[in-house]
């Protein structure tokens, strides 16, 4: 049976890699957990502290070795702005276009524009693009997701308990 990793013929074992079961040769299972020791690990409650860094080290050695990129790096994503639909508008207006004229000049229907401008309806990429270039606007931007983000503001923590206590 091949290596379900490197593809080389070979006695195969199980092992854990990433949380998916393979079948792999003796020398890929170094990058795994042995199927078995870990199942039967989950119960006892045997300490697997300080193990982050040797599954980073993994991951790092199994994505040299087979070449994948980007996946655990693609923490930013491409969307549509928020108020897309006021931007539109304005720079129709600005170009002194009614909702008819413009709908007209990138052929799109009236309802649906007038639901994009309302920000009730995201237009899709390829009317984006159109919208952008008709208006000469820009309605996407790159917004970086996870973690990292403290939205500032609600600190409901300055409440003490004396000031409970003296409301009785
Ligand atoms: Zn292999």
Not at 25 to 54: H, I, M
Not at 130 to 157: F, N, R
């Amino acid at each position: 049976m091949p290596c379900e990793m490197c593809g080389k013929s070979a006695p195969t074992r199980s092992v854990m890699i990433d949380g998916a079961k393979l079948e792999v040769c003796p020398e890929c299972a170094r990058f795994g957990d042995d199927y078995k020791a870990l199942s039967s690990s989950q119960s006892s409650g045997q300490s697997t502290g300080g193990s982050r860094t040797v599954i980073e080290q993994r991951l790092e050695r199994r994505e040299k070795r087979m070449g994948t990129k980007d996946v655990y790096a693609q923490a930013k994503t491409v969307e549509v702005i928020e108020n897309y639909g006021k931007t539109i508008r304005e720079a129709r207006e600005a170009k002194g276009m009614d909702l008819d004229a413009f709908s007209d000049s990138i052929r799109e229907k009236k309802g649906t524009m007038a639901k994009i401008e309302a920000n009730r309806l995201v237009p899709d990429d390829k009317l984006i693009k159109k919208i952008e270039k008709a208006l000469d606007i820009k309605l996407l931007e790159t917004v970086s997701s996870g973690a990292g983000q403290s939205t500032g503001g609600g600190s409901s923590g300055k409440m003490t308990l004396g000031d409970f206590i003296k409301k009785k």
